[in-house]
């Protein structure tokens, strides 16, 4: 919790949400939408819409993608989502 308080006072211009996210694929990178919405405790739109926007690099006055998505080696219908190196680099 102290973590998001001091990304968002880093980051006023993101979401707590958008924060919580992207700090939940810090600490679990590779997981699908329906992996992270389950850790988080919220609907799978919600992490969709924001996931989608985080990698149109349309996410508070980032221009530049800050997670990135590669195919589920088992299910070709997921995709599994990483930080970025601008996401790395951003939650240091």
Known sequence: MNEL?????????MTVRTLAILRTIKENEGLTIRQLSKVMGVDERSVLTTIRRLGEGKAGNFDSELIQSKPHPNDRRSRLFYLSSEGRRMLR
């Open 5 to 13: 308080i001091s990304l968002s006072v880093r980051f006023p211009r």
